[in-house]
C-alpha cells in the first residue's frame, strides 16, 4: 500500500475541489482495502473511501483523518457474467462490455468513477440502472469484520440509493457482479425518450448495441457529461440534484404552482411522481451559465454546478444553496443533492 501524509484530494475529484487528507492510502488489492479499513478502525481513526472521485464534494478544510483509495483492477466475464474489482474505471468497464457484445449497462456509457460506486447509488441514466443488471455485491463489513455478499435483493436499491448509501460508515464494496444479456449484438430495449428521437426508433425497440454505446455518449458529452480535463464544463460532479420524487400530497401542490405551465411528470413507486430537477432549476430563472463567481452552472446543463478553474468548495456551495432555495420558492420543492458531502454541508 501506498501511504502519503497530508496528500491533496482535489485532483482526484472531478470537481477538483476540496483540501487535503491528513493520511491518504492506496490499496490495490482486496486484502489491501482491508487491511487498510480494519486498521482505521482498530485505531479509531475517520475513514473515508474514495473510488474515482466523481460524487464527492469534500471540505476546503479536507478530511482530518485516513481517506482510503481504491484501486484495485479485475475485469472477470464468464459467459454473461460480469465481475468487476471496485477500482475498475466504470466506463472503461461499460465499452469493453459492449465491445464483448453483451448488453445491460450500455446506456451507463461515459459515466465518470469507479465500478464499486455503481451499486451506492444505484447509477443511472438514460432509462438504465445498475440494479436492473447487479447480482451481488461483495464487500468488507465494518460492523462484523467479516466479507460478506449481498444479493440484489438485500442491497434494497431504490432510484439513487441503496443499503450502502444508507448506512454509509458499515460497507466497503470491494467487487460487484451483473447478469448481462447476449441479444446477437442488439441493445436492451431504448427505454428513455431522448435516446429514442436520437435514435429515430420508438421506444422499447432495440438498436445496435455498439450505436447505442455511442449515442449515449453523444448525449452525455453535449451536455458536459464526460470527463475532459481543457473543458470546464466536465469539472463537476455530474448531476448535483436528484430528480425530486413527490406523494400524491406534495405533486398536488407542486402543481397548483404551475399555473399554465406544464412540467415534466413520470410515474414512480407508491403513487409517487418523479418530475425533473433541470426543468425547475431552469423554470426558476437559473439558465446554464448562471453564476458570476468562480463556481457556475454548466454552460451545457442546468443540473450540473461547475468549478471554472479557481473555485473553492464554498463557492461551489454557495450557488448550490442559491439554486435550491431558488426553486424552492419558486415551486415549493425541495432539491436534494446527489453527491455526497464531506465534512460540509447544504
Request: aromatic share 6%; proline share 4%; net charge negative.
Amino acid at each position: 500500500m501506498q501511504v502519503l501524509e497530508n496528500a491533496p484530494l482535489a485532483p482526484l475529484t472531478t470537481l477538483r475541489l476540496g483540501g487535503p487528507a491528513r493520511r491518504l492510502v492506496t490499496a490495490r488489492t482486496d486484502d489491501e482495502v482491508v487491511a487498510a479499513v480494519r486498521a482505521a478502525d482498530a485505531a479509531g481513526e475517520p475513514l473515508l473511501v474514495l473510488g474515482g472521485g466523481s460524487n464527492l464534494v469534500i471540505a476546503d478544510a479536507g478530511f482530518d483523518g485516513t481517506v482510503l483509495r481504491i484501486a484495485t483492477t479485475g475485469f472477470e466475464l464468464a459467459g454473461t457474467r460480469l465481475e468487476l474489482a471496485a477500482g475498475e474505471v466504470w466506463a472503461d468497464a461499460v465499452t469493453r462490455t459492449v465491445e464483448q457484445g453483451l448488453a445491460g449497462i450500455e446506456f451507463l456509457a461515459g459515466i465518470p468513477g469507479s465500478a464499486g460506486a455503481t451499486p451506492v447509488q444505484n447509477v443511472g441514466a438514460y432509462g438504465q440502472e445498475v440494479a436492473s443488471t447487479i447480482t451481488e455485491v461483495l464487500a468488507y463489513d465494518r460492523a462484523t469484520g467479516e466479507r460478506v455478499t449481498l444479493t440484489n435483493a438485500e442491497c434494497a436499491f431504490s432510484y439513487r440509493h441503496s443499503r450502502f448509501k444508507a448506512d454509509p460508515a458499515r460497507y466497503v464494496v470491494l467487487r460487484v457482479r451483473f447478469a448481462l444479456e447476449d441479444a446477437a449484438g442488439q441493445s436492451s430495449p431504448v427505454k428513455y425518450a431522448e435516446v429514442a428521437r436520437t435514435l429515430g426508433v420508438e421506444a422499447d425497440r432495440r438498436v445496435d448495441l455498439r450505436t447505442a454505446h455511442d449515442t449515449v455518449l453523444k448525449l452525455r458529452a453535449g451536455k458536459g457529461m464526460v470527463l475532459d480535463a481543457t473543458d470546464h464544463d466536465t469539472w463537476s460532479a455530474g448531476s448535483f440534484f436528484t430528480n425530486p420524487v413527490l406523494d400524491p400530497d406534495q405533486y398536488a401542490a407542486f402543481a397548483a404552482r404551475l399555473g399554465d405551465r406544464t412540467a415534466p411528470a413520470f410515474p414512480a413507486s407508491d403513487g409517487r411522481t418523479k418530475t425533473s430537477a433541470a426543468w425547475l432549476i431552469d423554470h426558476a430563472g437559473f439558465r446554464k451559465g448562471h453564476g458570476a463567481g468562480p463556481a457556475t452552472l454548466s454552460t451545457k446543463h442546468t443540473l450540473a454546478l461547475t468549478n471554472r478553474g479557481a473555485a473553492t468548495t464554498e463557492d461551489l456551495l454557495a450557488l448550490a444553496r442559491e439554486v435550491r432555495d431558488g426553486v424552492r420558492a419558486a415551486f415549493g420543492v425541495e432539491l436534494v443533492n446527489e453527491p455526497v458531502m464531506v465534512g460540509v454541508e447544504l
